[in-house]
């Protein structure tokens, strides 16, 4: 089975940037789609990214649109989260994500779309 296993976290001052990474541990997943959630205790875990690995395409909500950037390596093995401008309510959990199927200029944005799961970074951003 593959895995998903995220790095990068940490602690910043609210401005500040961090880059998280995903790695995946055997398949590449290409033409399809990954992404990255966030999660704070007690609330549903929430979509910030992702990038359709077929035509290149990347998706953000407003809450994070021309701060966060997602990227991916050539071998669409690893994908990467640029966080910058942070602010302390970025502080949370963050999951990256992955699925097999197929999307054509578009990608999920709800977490059951994704069967693949990493085990979580924690971003703390202090203001």
């Known amino acids: 089975q593959v895995q998903l296993v995220e790095s990068g976290g940490g602690s910043v001052q609210a401005g500040g940037s961090l880059r998280l990474s995903c790695a995946a541990s055997?398949?590449?997943?290409?033409?399809?789609?990954v992404a990255w959630f966030r999660q704070v205790p007690g609330n549903e875990r929430e979509w910030v990214a992702a990038?359709?690995?077929?035509?290149?395409?990347?998706y953000y909500p407003d809450s994070v649109k021309q701060r966060f950037t997602i990227s991916r390596d050539n071998a669409d093995t690893t994908w990467y989260l640029q966080m910058n401008s942070l602010k302390a309510e970025d502080t949370a959990m963050y999951y990256c994500?992955?699925?097999?199927?197929?999307?054509?200029?578009?990608?999920?944005?709800?977490?059951?779309?994704?069967?693949?799961w990493g085990q979580g970074t924690q971003v703390t951003v202090s203001s």
């Open positions: 990038l359709n690995t077929g035509d290149g395409g990347t």
């Open positions: 055997e398949y590449t997943f290409s033409g399809s789609c």
């Open positions: 994500a992955a699925t097999y199927y197929a999307y054509t200029r578009t990608c999920p944005t709800r977490r059951p779309y994704y069967g693949h």
